[in-house]
């Protein structure tokens, strides 16, 4: 596919990790995510598809040309590390003209005109790049990059040493611009947030491999196994015995809670995972919503946490011996409105047509 950067087969083994069969297709003017814990090889599929390192098989095509033994000079890819390389001692102005070094100095400047409008930078050309911030390095460094015109462009946690609120700012900046670029981005982040916020698609890679795609919702609304879950957070994951088997199925978990399934289950024994995000508090003064009145347990807020916009609850059902059964997520506000503390005793009811099951066949 034209301007697209296309991975087929790809191996490498290095000492005690490897990546295996890493098949990857970013089209153009996609913006797809890498998403996974740190360690798990990110960083190096990207230095693979630079060339930095080489790999044992397979293909790298950008632009239906096949770069595997190209050269990292003409492989025509834009690079923004973890940490920015700009050169200390020269200018904003010098430093984005560099990445434009291939071309005619006219065509240089007029390069570089473009991307301080297009960066909002003009105020910054004949600044040092040791006065300035975190994002204004960000920005100089994206700047720097693009003057070279690549064909596609990679980005290793390009935000991860910038504070929070200048890290937001710049996912919205850097969306607008490499989208009108129209080329193919492949960004690298362990940052659910980021991922959300930034991409059309998102591979999810594990270990050396690439277990999951497909658009962010999908992704965070139906994980397809349990590692891919347990990475996003999702800690109610449970073995059950199915008890009944269809119209849908009845499971029940280890510590005794019964689990109504929105599907019919094959399998003596399946795997529920429910996101906390679909526990809700049940109030005795509302009617309970359908979706909802499958299951419905009474217990204890035993535990719970606030952070800037959410709070983490943790339940424990009536008669478990347990610390807590599930862990849950509702928005801060809540608190106030329900009288929420710890050791409450309360009644929660699962979304049930938004729970996961595994191994049902």
């Not at 040493?161 to 919205?172: N, S, T, V, Y």
């Not at 998102?202 to 196994?225: K, W």
Request: charged share 25%; hydrophobic share 40%; with cysteine.
């Amino acid at each position: 596919m034209k301007n697209a950067l296309s991975i087929s087969n790809l191996k490498l083994a290095l000492d005690s990790f490897s990546l295996e069969n890493i098949s990857l297709e970013c089209k153009a003017k996609e913006y797809r995510i890498l998403l996974g814990p740190t360690g798990c090889g990110k960083t190096t599929l990207l230095r693979t598809i630079l060339g930095i390192i080489k790999s044992e098989s397979g293909r790298i095509v950008l632009n239906q040309n096949d770069i595997s033994e190209d050269s990292i000079e003409t492989r025509k890819i834009g690079y923004i590390p973890q940490h920015q390389f700009l050169f200390p001692h020269l200018s904003v102005e010098k430093n984005i003209l560099f990445g434009a070094s291939r071309f005619e100095s006219s065509e240089r400047k007029k390069i570089a005109e473009e991307l301080y409008s297009m960066l909002g930078i003009s105020h910054l050309k004949q600044r040092s790049v040791i006065e300035l911030s975190g994002g204004e390095r960000q920005k100089v460094a994206l700047a720097r990059t693009l003057a070279s015109k690549p064909l596609a462009l990679l980005l290793d946690e390009p935000f991860s040493a910038i504070d929070e609120g200048g890290r937001r700012a710049l996912w919205f900046d850097l969306k607008r611009i490499v989208t009108s670029l129209e080329i193919p981005v492949l960004h690298v982040t362990h940052n659910l947030d980021e991922a959300y916020t930034l991409g059309d698609a998102v591979t999810v890679m594990i270990a050396g491999r690439l277990v999951q795609s497909g658009r962010p919702n999908e992704i965070l609304e139906r994980p397809e196994s349990e590692t891919v879950a347990s990475f996003l957070g999702y800690n109610n994951i449970f073995r059950c015995g199915v008890e009944v088997f269809q119209p849908k199925a009845v499971a029940k978990s280890e510590c005794g809670m019964n689990f109504v399934l929105p599907c019919a289950a094959h399998n003596k024994i399946v795997t529920v995972c429910i996101r906390p995000q679909d526990i809700k508090i049940i109030r005795e003064d509302i009617p309970i919503r359908e979706e909802l009145a499958a299951n419905v347990f009474n217990g204890e807020l035993t535990e719970l946490y606030f952070l800037p916009d959410i709070c983490i609850g943790r339940f424990k059902a009536d008669g478990s011996k347990n610390r807590f059964d599930l862990e849950m997520k509702f928005p801060a506000a809540i608190t106030g409105r329900y009288g929420l503390f710890a050791g409450k005793k309360i009644r929660v009811g699962i979304w049930t047509p938004n729970i996961i099951v595994w191994n049902v066949y």
